[in-house]
Structure formats: C-alpha cells, structure tokens
C-alpha cells in the first residue's frame, strides 16, 4: 500500500488564476473524494468520484471541478480563483463509500 | 443544519490524563455510519474507527475508547492516559447510507502537556 498521494503540497496563486490539484489513490480503490479544509474548519465536501464518472457533488460553484482517470488518479481544477478559496485541499480514496476513506496530506493553496 | 457538532474547541490536558471528546450528530437516516479521524499538524486525516447505526457496542483499542448511544445521538471518544504524541484535531464525522459524502465536525483541538 502506498497510501494517497498529493501534489503540490503548497501553491500559492494570484485571484483569477486557474489551479490543477493532482491525487495518487491508494492502490486498489475506486471512489474519490476532494475535500475544502479553511483554516479552523472541518473538511466540506467538493465532489466525488467513481469509476471516472461524478458521483456527487456538494454546495461549491461550477467553477470547481474534477476528473478521475482510468488508473483511478484524480484532478482538481478550480477557475477564477477567489480570495476565499485560499485552504488545505484534502484527497481522500476508498474502496467503496461508507467503509472509511484514507486521507493524503493536502494541497495547501494560498490566493493572493 | 450543522450535521455534526463538536462542541470543545479546544481542550488541554497534562500527560497521564484522561480526556473525552464530545461528538453529537444529526440524521433522519436509519443506516448511517461514524466516524473519527485524527489530524495531526501534517494535515492528512488518519483514520480511527468506523461505526455503523446498527452497532452500539462501545469499542476500546488500546488507549483509545468510544461510546456509541442512538437514544442521545452521540459518539465520544476517550483517550485513556494521554499523552503528548496524542495532541491533534480531532473530526468526528457522518455519512448516510444514501449519500456519498462525509459531514464533519469543526474538530477539537487536543493538547497534551507533558
């Protein structure tokens, strides 16, 4: 097992730049999620994925958005990025919903 | 609505103590699963332990214990013998069978003084 990997861990943009967070799934698991941690808070979910396809979105705007690659692999996209999108990204895979998901350590954004 | 509250922000202990971390959540759902994960200053969440609504059996591993009660909507967990390697955030989180993402808590903020 080599655990969920992320990449960058730190990333600092300007306001109305585009970012891609990339996510290594741990081996073997087919459901993706992405994670919003501001400073202080609990993780809020973006959206999910399985087998490539989304499998659930929560409250953020289309600008937010995502892909799932055959090996499972995963990309966060976020446009026209805003001061308040500055936060800790967190990925997380499962082998299934509802069974537990391992985190990686995040992607630290900071908008300027 | 806030699905899942913790209401301690913050807690300090000295090493050796006990403490316990307060969890109440919120769901009309009758399957459901619970969840606890430990953040420490790294960032990724660590997963502790899974618990479906069907399974009020408290649980201990080690040092570490939970108590499950449907009737008051609460999942807490102990931490017998505190130490300093065990000061993090602590998620105590929710997710329902027909959904397909977690609710989490503002997170508690252990400190274990040595």
């Known amino acids: 097992e080599t655990g969920v990997t992320q990449s960058p861990t730190h990333l600092i943009k300007t306001r109305g730049q585009q970012v891609t967070l990339r996510c290594s799934s741990q081996?073997?698991?087919?459901?993706v999620s992405w994670y919003q941690q501001a400073l202080g808070q609990g993780p809020q979910f973006i959206f999910q994925?399985?087998?490539?396809?989304?499998?659930g979105r929560g409250n953020f705007p289309p600008r937010f958005s995502g892909l799932q690659f055959p090996n499972y692999s995963s990309e966060l996209n976020v446009n026209a990025l805003e001061l308040d999108d500055s936060a800790l990204y967190l990925c997380?895979?499962?082998?299934?919903?509802?069974?537990?998901?391992?985190f990686g350590s995040g992607t630290r954004l900071t908008v300027v | 609505a806030q699905k899942v509250t913790q209401a301690q922000t913050e807690i300090s202990v000295v090493e050796k103590e006990d403490v316990t971390l307060d969890c109440v959540y919120e769901?009309?759902?009758?399957?459901?699963?619970l969840f606890w994960y430990k953040q420490p200053p790294s960032g990724e969440l660590v997963f502790l332990i899974r618990?479906?609504?069907?399974?009020?059996q408290n649980e201990i591993s080690g040092r570490y214990s939970w108590n499950f009660q449907k009737s008051t909507s609460s999942f807490n967990f102990t931490i017998t013998a505190s130490q300093v390697v065990d000061s993090a955030v602590y998620f105590c989180?929710?997710?329902?069978?027909?959904?397909?993402?977690?609710?989490f808590g503002t997170g508690t903020s252990l400190t274990v003084i040595p």
């Open positions: 997380a895979s499962s082998p299934s919903h509802n069974y537990g998901y391992t």
């Open positions: 081996s073997g698991h087919n459901t």
């Open positions: 994925y399985y087998r490539e396809e989304e499998n």
């Open positions: 769901t009309r759902d009758t399957t459901y699963y």
């Open positions: 618990r479906n609504s069907f399974d009020e």
């Open positions: 989180a929710l997710s329902e069978e027909k959904g397909n993402q977690f609710y």
